[in-house]
Structure formats: C-alpha cells, structure tokens
C-alpha cells in the first residue's frame, strides 16, 4: 500500500495547475486573435451599427434630347351630307343609269350619268357599276365624284354541276382560262336536278336534301383562286325546273293532274310552280348566298314556264295565259335585280333564241320588252341547232352561224334599246342535233363568236354539256398581248 502524500508536496502541484492553466488560457485568446475573421474582431457587446455608406459618386450623363412630339396623322376623309358625282366611260362620254351602291341601297344614276347621294354612312366604300364595265370602288372624298369605268367583255365558258366537281374537267378549263382569251366561268350552283354544288347555310335547301353527290369541299379555294386569276365569276341559277325541292315540298311543285303527284317533263325531272312565291323566296336565297360566296354575277336559267311534256297536264296556282305567265317571270326578275343589285352583283336571265322574233311571250313568260328592264344581261341561247324551225331568211341556221347569231343578238339589242340591258349570248360548242349532226368545229364558233360582237354584244359565252370545249378556236393570250 502507498504512503499518503506530503503536504508540501500537494502545495507544488496546485500551483503548477494553475500556471499551466494560465499559458493555456494566453495561447487560446492569443490565437483566436490572430485567426479570427476581421469582421467578428470588429463586432461589440453592444447593438450592431450599420456600415458607414462609402461617398456618392455623381456621374455625369449627356444632356437629355428635347422631347419631340409627333403630330397626329390627319383624319381621314368622310362623305358630306350630300354626294354628288358623275359617271363616265374611258371617252368621258356619260353611262346612262349606272348603280351606285353604299349601305345596303342601291341608286340609278340619270342619263347625264349624275347621281345624289343624301346622308351616306360618312367613311363608305362606294361600289359603282354598269353592265358591260367592270365595277369600281370609291373611297371617301369631300368634294364631287367623277367615277371613270372601264370596259369589259366576258369570254366565258361553262362548268357543270358535275364538271366543277371533277377535277380533271375543272383544270382542263384552268388552263384555258390561263392560256386563252377566256376570262369569265359560268358555274353550276345550283343545277338542272336542283342540287347546289357547295356546302350551303340555307335551312329549306338542307331540309330538302339539295346537298347533293357533287358537293365541292374546297369550292371556296377554288373562288379564292379564280379571283386572284382576275377571273370573273357567274353563278348558273337552275329556278323552277328542281326536283329536288318539287319532291320535297309538292304543295309549292307544278302537280300533275292525273296522278296528284308532281307533274314531271320528257326528262322525268319535277318542277316548281313559277307563280309561288315562296320558291322566289327559295331561290333567292341561294342567289344571295353565291353573292356572299363570292360570285360577281347570279345568271337565272329556266326561269320560264316548261316547254315539253304532258304540259296540258300541268296545274298550277293560277290559270297559265300570256297575262299570267309574264308577271310570275317578271315579277321574279324585279325582286331579283332589287336585292342582288343592292349588294353589289350583276343580275342576267337565259332566254330562248326565238325570243328575238316572236313577239308575244313564246308561250312560256319569255318576251324581251318586260324581261329587259329587270335586267344587267340578256343571255339569249342563239344556238344554231336551236332554230328548228328557221329563222326569216335561213331555213337551215346551222349552215349560217355568223348571220343567225348576228340577226338575233341584232333584234335583241333593238327590243330592249330603252333599257341598260347589255346581251351576251350562249354559243354553240357542240355537235348539231337537230338538222345533219354536223360538228361545230373551229370555223362554226369564230363564226358565232363574230356575230355576236360585230351585233354589239357585251361578250360571249361556250356551252358545252360535257365541258368540253374548242380550244383551237379561242385566241392565245400572247396573242392577244402582241397587239
């Protein structure tokens, strides 16, 4: 067992702890000093005082640019309270009876080619036109109008129902349109079976089933296309020959009075009771949707009473005479002009060739001194073959195309002189069915072509029911730039 230590000797040991405890506590602080960071050596007990913030620096930037202030781009100009103006042609010479359209209205310009126009919507377009010119648009100016139109001679040829919508049939009439001194289309929009060859809006045409097999998908692109062609546009109006709305509504068809059904023609097809108004209605509807759609005129086709059949059959709303047949046509007609003219289009009829020499109504509503009135073009179908009979002078039309298409635009241009009417008539470009079945080939149609202008016709236009048309017999295009 140990011994238990001195007490001298616990002494010595005390004081050497405590010495080295002492060095301990010097080298700790001593180095904490010297590693500490200088922002904790700069720290107090006390509150923390902020940084003191270094001196402003006062930059010197360049002098500032006057402000400048742009002036306000000028008003445009707005009708006054009353338009006047004048509408002449390319030799200054005044257009009788000229439309000037704005808002919704229509206005015939006097004989003098003067129009006044009260209270106009103040930043309007006007659109003015006259058959056988193309239309021209007028921006607001303050002071009179002085409106110059310029000429125009449709060259057209015919797209059925069926040939719009096959895409061969349609680019081989392109390309003539491209190539050629073509510059207009007739096109089907509503057919001989009543179908409507675009996907129409109208509730009663849906309803009767008048979206037919050949509806046109991209018809749109192709009006799209046409226009930036500078193409113009004529849409063909099938009126009271339409099966389709005859089978849907027979209480509006012509009826046959041995069956009660409707009353059908040699082509077993129905038509509509042209004395109805509610198939104006109809068909009026479809001509102000092509308008929308685009087209620069509606052309109105079997607008007439039938020509074959059992037509002693036929039982209409009224008694069918010469008195009544010309007011349910004309009074068509007017109604057409009045809300197809207010928007902008142009407004045409096909009539038989025989209208140019018979002077009462060709027994079907047809006679040129009450159409001519209502009208921008009188499309007569001058069609040699359709001279079965002759005409005064030429018992056999199809051996004399250029005089019996002369003689009848001639006669036509003569009996609606009073009106601003312009004719353009149908030719013939197909093989005659009526006397030799001849073919009319290049010869045939210039021939009619010239008879048609040299009577002072406003045009032309082919028809041929298979879209197959003549080209060798139009002009070229370069050629027609070469002169």
């Known amino acids: 067992m140990d011994a238990a230590p001195a007490p001298a000797t616990r002494g010595r040991h ?6 080295v405890l002492a060095l301990l506590t010097v080298s700790i602080v001593g180095g904490w000093g010297l590693l500490a960071p200088p922002a904790l050596l700069a720290t107090t007990l006390g509150r923390p005082q902020p940084a003191p913030k270094p001196p402003a620096v006062v930059a010197e930037l360049p002098p500032r640019p006057p402000l400048r202030v742009e002036p306000a781009p000028p008003p445009l100009p707005t009708w006054p309270k009353t338009v006047t103006g004048q509408v002449l042609d390319g030799e200054r010479r005044p257009v009788a009876g000229a439309s000037v359209v704005v808002g919704g209205r229509e206005h015939r310009a006097g004989a003098d080619g003067t129009f006044a126009l009260e209270s106009p919507p103040p930043d309007a377009t006007l659109l003015v036109k006259a058959p056988g010119f193309e239309r021209a648009r007028v921006r607001p100016v303050p002071g009179p109008v002085e409106v110059m139109l310029r000429p125009h001679t449709a060259r057209a040829a015919y797209l059925t129902y069926y040939g719009v919508g096959d895409r061969g049939i349609r680019g081989r009439v392109l390309d003539m349109l491209a190539r050629t001194e073509l510059n207009a289309v007739v096109i089907d929009v509503k057919g001989d079976r009543g179908w409507i060859v675009y996907r129409t809006e109208i509730p009663e045409a849906l309803a009767a089933g008048a979206q037919g097999p050949g509806t046109l998908r991209d018809f749109d692109a192709l009006m799209a296309d046409l226009k930036a062609r500078g193409v113009y546009t004529i849409a063909r109006i099938v009126v009271f020959k339409d099966n389709v709305l005859a089978r849907h509504r027979p209480d509006w068809a012509v009826i046959d009075t041995r069956t009660g059904a409707p ?29 929308r759609r685009g087209f620069d005129e509606v052309q109105f086709d079997y607008v007439r009473f039938p020509t074959d059949g059992r037509l002693g059959a036929a039982r209409y709303a009224r008694p069918n005479t010469r008195q009544t047949r010309l007011p349910a046509v004309t009074g068509f007609l007017a109604r057409a002009r009045r809300e197809l003219g207010a928007m902008g289009a142009f407004v045409a009829a096909d009539v038989f060739g025989y209208t140019a020499f018979n002077e009462n109504d060709t027994d079907i509503g047809q006679r040129i001194e009450e159409l001519a009135p209502h009208l921008d073009y009188l499309s007569p179908m001058v069609y040699p073959s ?54 009319f080939g290049v010869a045939e149609i210039r021939a009619q072509m010239k008879g048609a202008l040299d009577a002072g016709a406003a045009g032309w236009m082919l028809w041929n029911p298979r879209n197959d048309y003549t080209g060798a017999a139009l002009q070229q295009k370069e050629a027609l730039a070469a002169r």
Not at 14 to 19: I, P, S
Not at 265 to 291: S, T
Not at 388 to 409: K, L
């Open 14 to 19: 005390l004081l050497d702890g405590a010495f």
């Open 263 to 291: 009353w059908v023609d040699n082509e077993k097809l129905a038509w509509v009771d042209p004395f109805r108004e509610e198939v104006w209605d109809y068909n009026l509807a479809i001509a102000r949707e092509a308008v």
């Open 386 to 439: 359709g001279y079965q009979r002759g005409i005064p002078g030429y018992r056999n039309p199809v051996e004399h195309p250029y005089e019996v298409v002369r003689e009848s635009v001639r006669l036509i241009r003569q009996r609606s002189a009073p009106a601003s009417v312009r004719v353009r008539p149908w030719l013939q470009d197909f093989r005659d069915y009526a006397f030799d079945r001849r073919p």
